[in-house]
């Protein structure tokens, strides 16, 4: 496994990264000099934390707190290749994580707008039908009105019609009553005719009467 080697400047201000570089081990010691007693070893990667440094050799703490010397000279800026690949490799997984999650939003956003579409083109022709119904209502209401008119008229008339059939009516009824009343005064007047006709003296009688005298 590539760990860092973690190295601070001499004020403790600032952290600052440092790699081991490619060597095998780092030797860590209780002073600085081959003749003081090793108290670690630092394999290529493994991180540390540098407490103090000067021109030749570093103050480091070890990952399970024990402090000592170690070389400056094992130490780089930069990450060992490893360290690198091992980075863009995950750096690569993430991003191709990235990558197949906006692939499946996209593909869920691309269904969503599918779906919108359909829901639109739904309320359109829903839309089209209402507009269609209401100005066939307003045909059909117009028509409402004018049968409606036509029967106020249509009504007005009959009952102006009736009206005049009363009037009517009741003047062939008087003219009947009157034609009764001529007919009864005609035959009531032959009748009287024929009576004082039939109380006059023939001539005949009156010359027979003018003789014997």
Do not use: H
């Not at 490619?22 to 630092?42: D, L």
């Not at 990667?45 to 070890?62: C, I, K, P, T």
């Not at 003047?171 to 005064?185: A, H, I, P, S, Y």
């Amino acid at each position: 496994m590539i760990l860092f080697l973690v190295l601070f400047c001499a004020d403790n201000t600032m952290a600052v990264t440092r790699y081991v570089k490619p060597s095998g081990e780092a030797v860590v010691r209780t002073g600085q000099g081959n003749q003081y007693k090793i108290v670690g070893v630092v394999k290529e990667g493994n991180s540390v934390e540098m407490v103090e440094e000067n021109e030749d050799y570093a103050l480091v703490r070890l990952s399970n707190g024990v402090e000592g010397w170690m070389l400056r000279r094992f130490l780089k800026n930069e990450p060992p290749l490893d360290a690198l690949v091992d980075q863009l490799r995950k750096e690569k997984e993430v991003l191709q994580q990235k990558e197949t999650e906006a692939t499946l939003k996209i593909e869920e956003m691309t269904t969503m707008l599918e779906t919108a579409r359909t829901d639109l083109d739904m309320l359109v022709a829903e839309r089209d039908k209402v507009v269609t119904d209401f100005q066939t209502l307003q045909r059909d209401t117009a028509d409402v009105m004018k049968i409606r008119n036509d029967m106020q008229k249509t009504a007005e008339e009959n009952r102006q019609l009736v009206e005049k059939i009363v009037v009517l009516e009741a003047e062939n009824n008087q003219m009947k009553k009157d034609r009764t009343v001529n007919w009864f005064l005609a035959g009531g007047g032959v009748l009287v005719f024929g009576i004082a006709l039939g109380k006059m003296p023939s001539p005949s009688r009156r010359r027979k009467s003018s003789l014997l005298s």
